[in-house]
């Protein structure tokens, strides 16, 4: 009674610790542009139109996005219960983050038997900056469900091994299919690491022997399952799979570039945080460790980190959000080697019994973990957006207008930015449009005289002042109201 007490305790000051940096102002900031904006288009469509297995856009299949629809479709869900907004966008991303941390909390405790770790271990997680960002777990993007499929199959993986309990193993396989459903074949890169990690943890004639074993393997015929069923509901998406996820990532068709280091330098001048100059002493701590359980945990992590770094890094295209999955093993060896530390100090300056077993991660918690998660608390609760809020200037004003008087922008056109990808403003004319105020958005070339346009750009400003009479109605920020008139220049 009084473990399951102390459990607890811990499980609730996970709970505390998660809420602002996974939770907190979640919906505070418009849609953003790319993958957030196009996927917001996809669920609000398979919401709408019931096509569950595979993603549309403009009432046709999707050509531009090839990934499975996983994600899309715990987004459509969230729509149809919390209707089409930015919570209902960002909710799965949100709550896989918190699975994950769930996950570590888990480990240590029922493995371990020392939940305080878990907490630990969930902390770090949340202390890492590149983790607690937009494009991974604070926006509705892909990465952060990624990770939590990720992370599963390596523990269920590892759970398998050290316990010799098959439903692990078919966890494992379950884990990764969901993790190919959600981002395709990004979720089969650590494969390598899984299969050194049982060869390297032995006893492969009898697992072979085992039906189970293949009863398990079976399952990923999942895989090649879906791929097949996808073609015939929409043919052609093999084509774009080898072209978008085989070829053009790895091989070289993306302007997004960079060299070999490109995610070691990301690492040490923002991902990490502070936590740099622990990374490397940690891992080499770990590799210390001699009791079997803490062993096994400690050489998957690193395996799974090396073969995910050294295949991203490879990889031509380079994108910083691309190692958010490796940031739950980063903070699994931070709390091995935090435990180990501790362990080795007990006798001579922890109290003893239970108290140390609470105290010990907890000073940990606070002076270790705390500085850099303390900076990702402030940042998500002071409510600093994290990106450029100049370019998003005109989806936020169209968010605040929504959300408190949407009439007043009846019978306006929006123009902006970026029109060769105008999504982030296509979705709030289109709620506007539901909520029954006639907002329609328009490229500056198909502008006429009589129209009145919401527009943040001031390079369109100077080409539309030579075309038209502009006629200033209001500016609020970035984002400025004119009427078009007959004419040149602007009038104030």
């Known amino acids: 009674m009084k473990a399951r007490y102390v459990n607890s305790l811990w499980f609730l000051l996970l709970l505390l610790l998660s809420y602002v940096p996974v939770f907190h102002n979640l919906d505070r900031y418009p849609i953003r542009l790319w ?63 918190f699975a994950t941390c769930l996950l570590l909390f888990l480990l240590f405790r029922a493995v371990f038997r020392r939940p305080g770790y878990g907490v630990l271990a969930a902390a770090v997680l949340l202390s890492f900056q590149g983790y607690v960002d937009y494009h991974a777990i604070r926006t509705g993007d892909f990465d952060a469900m990624l990770t939590l499929f ?12 050290i316990r010799d309990d098959y439903r692990f193993l078919y966890l494992f396989f379950l884990a990764l299919f969901l993790g190919v459903m959600t981002k395709g074949i990004a979720a089969l890169i650590p494969a390598p690491a899984y299969l050194i990690f049982v060869l390297w943890k032995g006893g492969i004639p009898s697992i072979l022997k085992r039906k189970d074993t293949w009863l398990a393997f079976s399952l990923i015929l999942l895989i090649p399952g ?4 996808r073609e015939q509901l929409t043919p052609g998406y093999w084509l774009m799979v080898k072209q978008e996820e085989l070829g053009g990532r790895f091989g070289g068709d993306s302007s997004n570039t960079g060299d070999f280091w490109f995610y070691l330098r990301h690492y040490t001048e923002k991902d990490l945080s502070l936590w740099k100059w622990f990374a490397v002493p940690a891992i080499l701590l770990t590799l210390l460790i001699r009791e079997e359980k803490r062993k096994w945990l400690a050489r998957l992590s690193i395996l799974v980190l090396l073969v995910h770094l050294l295949v991203i890094s490879s990889s031509h295209t380079k994108l910083a959000w691309y190692d958010v999955p490796e940031y739950p093993f980063f903070a699994i060896l931070f709390a091995l080697a935090t435990e180990q530390i501790l362990d080795a100090l007990k006798s001579h300056f922890a109290p003893q019994g239970r108290l140390r077993s609470i105290l010990a991660p907890t000073l940990l918690l606070l002076f270790l973990a705390a500085p850099s998660y303390a900076r990702n608390w402030h940042r998500i609760y002071a409510g600093d957006p994290g990106w450029d809020a100049d370019f998003y200037a005109l989806p936020a004003y169209l968010k ?50 009589g129209d009145r346009i919401l527009i943040a750009d001031p390079v369109k400003v100077e080409r539309l002042s030579e075309q038209f009479l502009l006629q200033r109605l209001e500016v609020e920020g970035l984002v400025e109201i004119y009427e078009l008139k007959d004419g040149q220049g602007i009038r104030h």
């Open 400 to 449: 605040r207008t929504l959300e408190t008087q949407p009439e007043t922008l009846e019978g306006y056109k929006v123009t902006w930015i970026y029109e060769e990808y105008p999504y982030p403003v296509l979705i709030y004319t289109r709620r506007f449009n539901e909520a029954g105020v006639n907002l329609q958005y328009s490229p500056a070339g198909e502008l006429k005289t």
């Open 226 to 229: 879906y791929y097949y069923l």
């Open 35 to 97: 993958d957030e904006s196009r996927q917001t288009l996809n669920a609000k469509e398979m919401a709408d139109n019931g096509h569950w297995l595979a993603l549309y856009f403009e009432g046709e299949p999707e050509t531009w996005n090839a990934k499975p629809p996983l994600m899309v479709i715990c987004q459509a869900l969230c729509i149809k219960v919390f209707g089409w907004n930015e919570l209902a966008i960002r909710l799965p991303a949100a709550l896989s983050a």
């Open 150 to 161: 990720i992370t599963a199959a390596a523990l269920c993986l590892y759970l398998w091994r």
